[in-house]
């Protein structure tokens, strides 16, 4: 599933991953450029898992009682990027 996510990421922000793949290589199996986080009142958390599923998503995409449309993912970068790239 997590390497379904980074595929997806991929194909949201190509230049940002084609930039992080030269700079920094492209990471070893089962390691990303990016990692899920999740928001705690006004903080951003890492969640740190050995692999991520659907239902990790599921968790930090916010409030149950909430619109889908208001359901938000953090993803953190692991290297600063240009904002250039975005």
Do not use: C, N
């Not at 903080?43 to 449309?69: C, E, H, Q, Y």
Request: charged letters at 20%; a positive charge; zero cysteines.
């Amino acid at each position: 599933m997590q390497s379904e996510i980074d595929d997806w990421l991929r194909t949201l922000f190509p230049l940002v991953f084609q930039w992080l793949d030269a700079r920094w290589g492209k990471p070893e199996s089962g390691r990303f450029h990016w990692a899920l986080l999740q928001k705690s009142y006004s903080r951003l958390i890492v969640l740190d898992r050995p692999a991520m599923t659907g239902k990790d998503l599921f968790l930090v995409r916010g409030a149950a009682g909430k619109s889908f449309m208001l359901h938000t993912i953090y993803i953190g970068m692991l290297h600063h990027v240009f904002a250039s790239l975005k």
